[in-house]
């Protein structure tokens, strides 16, 4: 059974960065398309951000393109959410999703994902 972990959530500035990581008890995130979705209280869980299973090819949503940046490190072993100029609706709780031989378009979903984190909270202070 792969477990996720995200970790780097925390309180952050309008207008402030913030990097969130996922890594894998797997040992490495190779073969796997990854995603980034948040969940803000009452509301649905969203698509932020994925990652094809090469690593490659990467699709964000409209609210945070431009702004977030999602990449896995040399090792595969992190997927990284770098977030920047970071505004009051992106406070939310950040899920990190898996699947094997998942391209990024596929991510997008929340049913692609086969395995699921814990969550790390991210708040936004105006």
Do not use: H
């Amino acid at each position: 059974q792969v477990q996720l972990v995200e970790s780097g959530g925390g309180l952050v500035q309008a207008g402030g960065s913030l990097r969130l990581s996922c890594t894998t008890s797997g040992g490495t995130f190779r073969g796997y398309g990854t995603a980034w979705f948040r969940q803000a209280p009452g509301k649905e869980r969203r698509f932020v951000s994925a990652l094809g299973w090469n690593g490659r090819t990467a699709r964000y949503a409209d609210s945070v393109r431009g702004r977030f940046t999602i990449s896995r490190d040399s090792a595969n072993n992190t997927v990284y959410l770098q977030m920047t100029n970071v505004v009051p609706e992106d406070a939310a709780v950040y899920y990190c999703a898996a699947r094997q031989w998942a391209d990024a378009m596929l991510m997008m979903r929340v049913s692609a994902g086969n395995y699921w984190g814990q969550g790390t909270q991210v708040t936004v202070s105006s």
